[in-house]
């Protein structure tokens, strides 16, 4: 897969140690000698450049960050700039303040000029010092500004919607003549980003996550027949929830949108929670924020700022449903309820994720100094690539029922592979 370049690179780089544009990353690494050969997508291997598009000491950059918040995006912003200004010589970047409409100058503040004073500790901080928002902007505003700003380097940290946003920030830009590099960072707790094995914050979300696991164990083996229910993020995507069981040990049920269940019946999820409530007299439930959507009455269409259908609480009629039932079988329980989605999702960064953000933001730099644009950095094999932006529409990453994270979930647990 190649990606678009601005123009020739004319300028030579001060890094040293540098990445050939020839070199490729295959989409899958596993085969089956015995299958018949089939086409694969190929990435261009990220890294610093020989020659570079921009010359350093005329170029201003600029950071967005959009969407809801995740562990690491202060750390993202600090290594995108230390890597601008210290690496390249780049003096000028300016942060963007609340997502998106901070590049409307009749909807956002003023941007922030960033120094290395003021993202001396901000990674010690959890959310954005640049704050953030959902939905998009007019692009002819937006485009409006960054050339009447003189921004030459656009960082998007964001979610798919975000992405799609900023290659038609680079669209317009073209159309303009305005040489207009756009980098995204693809930024989600969910860990469901095609192309990415792994998401910054989703570690730390899962090590916040299990805390929480284990407290709720606690209370719900205190008392007789204790019940505790906690609900995790996932609109599509059950990894964190799998991750946190298996990281906790201590979870009896994982619900997670990709596998289906069933309520009722003598092979369903009440009769096998009943069945250990009277085996063990407590019971662990993890569920995420997008399971069970087909139980829910009038199933959402209505949808949010960034296009997302808003879902159903699942926690609370799961609550609800295992009240009613344990009452009706007059065996009772005493539950408690968990809902820790913005206590995980605003935590700072631990030293792992802290490692992949710094990396992720290095990595999109070397590519927009270089000319690049209308690309996202990926991470796959324990490598970086570029991804066009216009290959992840549609694409999600989800947890595959038959994989070896879900084989966990159910080792871990002791549950049935189905609800049914």
């Known amino acids: 897969m190649n990606v678009t370049v601005l123009g020739e690179a004319r300028f030579p780089s001060p890094i040293q140690r540098v990445v050939s544009d020839a070199l490729r990353v295959p989409e899958q690494i596993v085969r089956d000698p015995q299958a018949p050969a089939e086409p694969q997508l190929w990435f261009e291997l990220a890294g610093p450049r020989a020659q570079l598009f921009f010359e350093p000491k005329t170029t201003r950059a600029g950071i967005v960050t959009c969407g809801g918040l995740c562990p690491g995006l202060n750390d993202v912003i600090r290594s995108l700039f230390l890597e601008l200004n210290h690496a390249y010589g780049v003096k000028e970047v300016l942060g963007f303040r609340g997502g998106y409409a901070g590049l409307d100058p009749a909807r956002g ?58 290659n038609d920030l680079f669209q317009e830009a073209k159309k303009r003549g305005h040489a207009l590099s756009v980098v995204g960072i693809p930024k989600t707790v969910d860990n469901d980003v095609a192309f990415v094995a792994r998401t910054f914050g989703y570690l730390t979300a899962v090590q916040e996550a ?38 906790s040990q201590d979870v009896n049920f994982t619900l997670i949108p990709e596998v289906p269940f069933k309520l009722e019946g003598p092979q369903g999820f009440l009769s096998a929670l009943k069945q250990r409530i009277q085996r063990r007299s407590h019971a ?19 949808r949010d700022a960034s296009g997302n259908v808003k879902l159903k609480d699942i926690g609370q ?31 700072p960064a631990n030293s792992e994720d802290s490692i992949l953000c710094d990396l992720f933001a290095r990595n999109a730099v070397h590519a927009a100094m270089a000319g690049k644009t209308g690309l996202v950095i990926g991470y796959l094999h324990d490598r970086f690539i570029h991804v066009p932006i216009e290959l992840l529409a549609g694409r999600k990453k989800r947890v595959d029922p038959d994989g070896p994270i879900w084989s966990a979930v159910l080792a871990a647990t002791g549950q049935p592979e189905r609800f049914e």
């Open 317 to 347: 009629f799961l609550r609800e449903r295992i009240e009613e039932y344990f009452k009706a079988e007059r065996l009772p329980v005493v539950m408690r309820y968990f809902d820790p989605s913005y206590l995980v999702r605003s935590s």
């Open 109 to 166: 503040a003023e941007p922030i000029l960033l120094t290395p004073e003021f993202v001396d500790d901000i990674h010690r901080e959890g959310a954005t010092v640049l704050g953030t928002s959902r939905g998009p902007v007019d692009v002819g505003v937006a485009v409006d500004s960054l050339v009447r700003r003189k921004v030459n380097i656009l960082f998007t940290v964001g979610g798919d919607g975000t992405q799609r946003g900023g």
């Open 210 to 247: 299990a805390k929480v696991l284990d407290r709720a164990h606690v209370e719900a083996r205190s008392v007789e027949n204790g019940v505790s229910l906690v609900k995790l993020m996932g609109r599509h995507a059950g990894f964190i929830a799998a991750g946190a069981t298996v990281a």
């Open 284 to 302: 662990l439930v993890v569920v995420a924020e997008g399971a069970g959507q087909d139980l829910l009455e009038s199933a959402g269409t209505e």
